[in-house]
């Protein structure tokens, strides 16, 4: 990893607070979704971090399909649910009101549960699934996305990676943390491999031949036309039971659209009928669970790690050195790196340069090629 500059954490942070304040977006809001996305970097998550902040987030706000200042609107309320309407606002801004409600719910009912619609990217899940596991709750979340999904069996973009997400508490030092989209791969693999100029596996890709595509350049461009789709867990057909990850993959795109009246398949491609550019309208779900209303949080903890440690210490394949269980490699990754920060490849680092030097940003000098 010679052309990688690692910056640090707190560094780099402060850099998209900076970022996103420049182009609008309120501090406390620029905070939150900092923090998202450093978490991502933490956990080694690289798809997910700083990479995307022009892409995903700066490029969408000054095209102007995504809005820099939220609107969190609550549309209907129960003591244990709501609907909101994030109309089109910063989504990890809404995601994480919209956790911290569940959470505030449960912890007096015992469960909470969150709709949300017109929403935007709301970064990695676990974040906010992680969010309950530290208040000692199970969190639950899924978010649908712009097709790049196959059916089993079909070749057109239907669904998107649609990730099912869960965090648990253990006795541990981390949670039990499985966040992973309901398809093989995902858009910000392929945006990884594209940049390391790295052919994807076979099998993660397919075209409207239902032929496997590894060429990471001609998959960005197939899945934008759509003449290329990703597939689901299991892979192409029934034969690695592809249609399990179908499955679940339905199941998200109906709890992050029908509960809420909101957008779902195609709606979410962002070109409206003559190819212009508009907003996303994603949807989400976050559910939160007061484990204190079924046990005690010490022995349920305490069980939950018994049952991830008996996991590890088990038989393991030959020439296989370790068993993980969800969130372990996370928690090993960021104990390497939180001395070092975040490694930036250089085309990552040509973009961070180009929206310091846009909006004439002060103090990261450090930020060179």
């Excluded at 050195?321 to 085309?347: C, M, S």
Aim: hydrophobic share 40%; glycine share 10%.
């Amino acid at each position: 990893m010679n052309d990688v500059t690692w910056i640090p954490f707190d560094i780099a942070t402060q850099y998209m607070i900076d970022v996103f304040t420049s182009i609008g977006v309120p501090k406390e809001d620029a905070a939150i979704c900092a923090d998202v996305l450093i978490t991502a970097d933490k956990f080694g998550i690289d798809s997910h971090g700083v990479n995307r902040m022009k892409p995903i987030y700066y490029d969408r706000i000054k095209q102007g399909i995504q809005k820099p200042v939220t609107n969190f609107e609550i549309i209907k309320e129960g003591p244990t649910t709501a609907v909101v309407d994030g109309h089109d606002g910063m989504g990890q801004v809404i995601a994480y009101r919209s956790m911290q409600m569940a959470i505030d719910k449960a912890k007096k009912f015992g469960m909470g549960m969150i709709a949300v619609r017109n929403s935007t990217h709301y970064g990695i899940a676990g974040y906010y699934a992680k969010m309950a596991a530290d208040n000692n709750m199970i969190g639950i979340t899924g978010t649908n996305a712009r097709p790049s999904v196959a059916p089993t069996f079909g070749v057109e973009n239907m669904l998107g990676t649609n990730p099912l997400t869960f965090g648990i508490p253990t006795d541990e030092e981390f949670p039990f943390l499985l966040d992973c989209a309901t398809s093989l791969s995902q858009r910000g693999k392929v945006e990884v491999y594209a940049r390391l100029n790295k052919p994807l596996p076979p099998g993660w890709v397919i075209d409207h031949e239902g032929n496997t595509c590894t060429d990471p350049h001609q998959v960005l461009d197939g899945l934008i036309k759509g003449t290329m789709a990703l597939t689901p867990l299991g892979g192409i057909g029934e034969e690695g039971a592809g249609y399990k990850g179908y499955g679940y993959c339905t199941v998200v795109e109906i709890l992050s659209a029908a509960l809420q009246a909101g957008s779902y398949l195609k709606m979410l491609s962002g070109f409206d009928a003559n190819g212009n550019k508009v907003p996303y309208h994603l949807g989400h779900f976050f559910i939160a669970i007061d484990i204190e209303a079924f046990t005690d949080i010490n022995s349920f903890k305490a069980i939950a790690g018994d049952i991830l440690r008996q996991l590890r210490n088990s038989q393991k394949m030959p020439g296989q050195q370790r068993i993980y269980t969800a969130g372990e490699k996370e928690y090993l990754v960021y104990l390497e790196r939180k001395d070092k920060g975040v490694p930036v490849n250089k085309e990552v680092m040509k973009e961070l340069i180009a929206m310091r030097d846009e909006q004439r940003i002060k103090g990261y000098e450090m930020l060179k090629l």
